[in-house]
T-cell receptor, first 116, second 113 residues
Framework: AQKVTQAQTEISVVEKEDVTLDCVYE???????LFWYKQPPSGELVFLIR??????QNEISGRYSWNFQKSTSSFNFTITASQVVDSAVYFC?????????????FGGGTRLMVKP | DSGVTQTPKHLITATGQRVTLRCSPR?????VYWYQQSLDQGLQFLIQ???????AKGNILERFSAQQFPDLHSELNLSSLELGDSALYFC????????????FGSGTRLTVV
C-alpha cells in the first residue's frame, strides 16, 4: 500500500530564511510519481511539481528546489529566502503507476508560517 | 483561475439532507477526480471518472455517489448527511487517465449542522 509521511506538521521561520519541508513515501511499485501541492490560506490547491521515479535529478524553479532520493524514499522541498507569501500548507503526494486510475495519496501536510 | 470550476463555493445544510456538488473540468480534460479534505482525515481520494466511465474508487461512502456527464462535467451527490461529512470537497481534472498531476478547483466547503 502506498503511504506518504510529512513528519513536520508546522514550521515557523522568519522571512529570508531557507526552509526544507520533508516528505517520505512508501510504495511497492518501481514506477511511481511524486508531487508537491501548495494550499494557501484562500484554500485552493496549487500544483508545484511532478517527478517520476526514474528521474532523480534535482530540480530548481526560482526560489524552490526539490531533492529526490530513492535510496531514502524521500522527496524534500526547499524554499530559499522565504517570503511571507510562501505561508501556506504544503502537501506531498504519491501516485503509483499500477493504480487503475490516477489516485493521489497525500501526506498530512506541513503548515509553513513565514513571519516578517 | 485554475480552469476547474466548482459550484457552489459554500453550502450549509442540515443532517439527513442531500446535496449535489458540481464540477466543470478544464477545457480538454477528460478525467475528473473528487477529494474530501477534513481536519481528521486529511485529503482523501473519493472517485475518478474518465470520459464518462468510473476509473478508480477510493474510500467513498455508500451514501455518496458521483457521475460524469457527456459534456464531461461531474456531480458528487452526498445523501443522508451527517455532521462528520462537513469538509472541503475538491474536484480536479487532468487530460489523461493516469500519471499526470491534476489541476484542482477551489473547492466546495460543506457544513452540516
Amino acid at each position: 500500500a502506498q503511504k506518504v509521511t510529512q513528519a513536520q506538521t508546522e514550521i515557523s521561520v522568519v522571512e529570508k530564511e531557507d526552509v526544507t519541508l520533508d516528505c517520505v513515501y512508501e510504495t511497492r511499485d518501481t514506477t511511481y510519481y511524486l508531487f508537491w501541492y501548495k494550499q494557501p490560506p484562500s484554500g485552493e490547491l496549487v500544483f508545484l511539481i511532478r517527478r517520476n521515479s526514474f528521474d532523480e535529478q534535482n530540480e530548481i524553479s526560482g526560489r524552490y528546489s526539490w531533492n529526490f532520493q530513492k535510496s531514502t524514499s524521500s522527496f524534500n522541498f526547499t524554499i530559499t529566502a522565504s517570503q511571507v507569501v510562501d505561508s501556506a500548507v504544503y502537501f506531498c503526494a504519491l501516485s503509483e503507476a499500477n493504480n487503475a486510475g490516477n489516485m493521489l495519496t497525500f501526506g498530512g501536510g506541513t503548515r509553513l508560517m513565514v513571519k516578517p | 483561475d485554475s480552469g476547474v470550476t466548482q459550484t457552489p463555493k459554500h453550502l450549509i445544510t442540515a443532517t439527513g439532507q442531500r446535496v449535489t456538488l458540481r464540477c466543470s473540468p478544464r477545457s480538454g480534460d477528460l478525467s475528473v477526480y473528487w477529494y474530501q479534505q477534513s481536519l481528521d482525515q486529511g485529503l482523501q481520494f473519493l472517485i475518478q471518472y474518465y470520459n464518462g466511465e468510473e476509473r478508480a474508487k477510493g474510500n467513498i461512502l455508500e451514501r455518496f455517489s458521483a457521475q460524469q456527464f457527456p459534456d464531461l462535467h461531474s456531480e458528487l451527490n452526498l445523501s443522508s448527511l451527517e455532521l462528520g461529512d462537513s469538509a472541503l470537497y475538491f474536484c480536479a481534472s487532468s487530460a489523461a487517465a493516469k500519471h499526470y498531476g491534476y489541476t484542482f478547483g477551489s473547492g466546495t466547503r460543506l457544513t452540516v449542522v
